[in-house]
Structure formats: structure tokens, C-alpha cells
């Protein structure tokens, strides 16, 4: 068969959502199977594969460590609870790596990314925010590794500082794509085809 078809049969007035949804993720599985299983780019993560770059995919990894990382510590500062403090050191040490990784990744995406220059100040300032999110995640990955840290004190001050620039450097990053458009293929939708969610 080179052409599967699901046909599941819902109640009358053919509003079953639960079934809807269990067609769309067989029709999902169908796409997979379809040329002997072979996936061709449009039909297989689609999204990921129409990246100009992998800076807007890795950039989530550091963002969710580091800030849970904050969290966390401060939580087992205030409550003197030194096993959440340690869990706390195991997501600093991913974040900081991811972190890493996300500059590169960015750097990489600045020299292929066309943009205006309405745009480049505001980049320059978000790799600026990025670099200072590295080297800082970095210090205080040394600072933890170095020596345990106990009770409140300049590393709790520090690690504040790092969410505020995290939350400052995302917002750059959304700036660029949601407002400027940057690496962003635009789609036209014309009145008649707009959708609207309820």
C-alpha cells in the first residue's frame, strides 16, 4: 500500500475533538511512513530544519537551568536545606555549558543573520548581555566549585544579578524576532484566511 488512509468515525454532529486529535497524530505517522519511510525535511521537524541557525534552539537550555538554578538556591538558602542547594550546583553546571554553547551559537548566528541596522545596536547589546551571562554563570561555577557556599552573602547577590540579565538579554532576543522580524520568514495571510482562536 503506498497510501494510507485513517478513517475513525466520531459521534454525529462530527465534533468529537478526542478523535480529531487522534486522527491528526495517525495522519502525523503516516507522513513518517510515507516513500518507505523516508523523511524529506518538510515533513519531519519541519520547524527545526528551516532554522537559519541553532542559536533560537539551544538558547532555551540556559535560559530554564540558570533561572531554576537561582531559584532553587535562593529556596534552599532561605530554608537551610543544603540538599537543594547541591541540586541547585547540578543546574548551575549544565546552564553554565548550555550557556556556552549559546554564545557560540550566537556569534555564529550574528555573521549569517541579515539585518538592518535598526537592528545590529540592539543585537550588539544582546551578545554583550550573553557574554556577561557566560562569564558570570562561569564565576559563580568556579566560586561553587572551589568551596561550598553557606548562608546568605555576595554569591546570593550575584546570582540575582545574572536572572536580572537573563531576563534582560531575553527580552533583547524576543525584540529582534518579534518585533523586527530578524531570521524570521515572514507569511502573508489575507483577511479571508485569517484564523482567530476563541
Not at 459521534?11 to 516513500?35: M, P, Q, R, V, Y
Not at 537561582?70 to 529556596?75: C, F, R, S, T
Not at 536580572?164 to 531575553?170: E, Q, R, T
Amino acid at each position: 500500500m503506498n497510501h494510507l488512509s485513517f478513517y475513525i468515525h466520531g459521534n454525529a454532529d462530527g465534533h468529537n475533538e478526542i478523535l480529531e486529535i487522534l486522527t491528526s497524530f495517525l495522519s502525523f505517522f503516516e507522513g513518517l511512513t510515507a516513500n518507505g519511510g523516508a523523511s524529506n525535511g518538510s515533513n519531519f521537524l519541519e520547524g527545526i530544519t528551516s532554522l537559519a541557525n541553532i542559536h533560537p534552539l539551544l538558547v532555551h537550555f540556559p535560559i530554564a537551568f540558570l533561572s531554576l538554578f537561582v531559584a532553587v538556591d535562593l529556596i534552599g538558602t532561605a530554608a537551610k536545606k543544603p540538599e537543594w542547594r547541591s541540586f541547585a550546583s547540578g543546574l548551575l553546571y549544565v546552564g553554565t555549558v548550555f550557556a556556552g554553547l549559546t554564545v557560540w551559537a550566537g556569534f555564529n548566528a550574528a555573521d549569517t543573520v541579515p539585518h538592518g541596522h535598526n537592528v545590529h545596536d540592539i543585537m550588539e547589546r544582546h551578545e554583550q548581555l550573553g557574554l556577561s551571562i557566560l562569564a558570570l554563570s562561569m564565576a559563580l561555577t568556579a566560586w561553587r566549585l572551589r568551596r561550598p557556599v553557606d548562608g546568605w552573602g555576595i554569591y546570593n547577590a550575584l546570582t540575582v544579578i545574572l536572572l536580572g540579565v537573563i531576563i534582560f538579554g531575553a527580552d533583547l532576543g524576543g525584540l529582534m524576532v518579534y518585533k523586527y522580524g530578524v531570521a524570521v520568514e515572514a507569511v502573508t495571510v489575507s483577511p479571508e484566511d485569517s484564523h482567530h482562536h476563541e
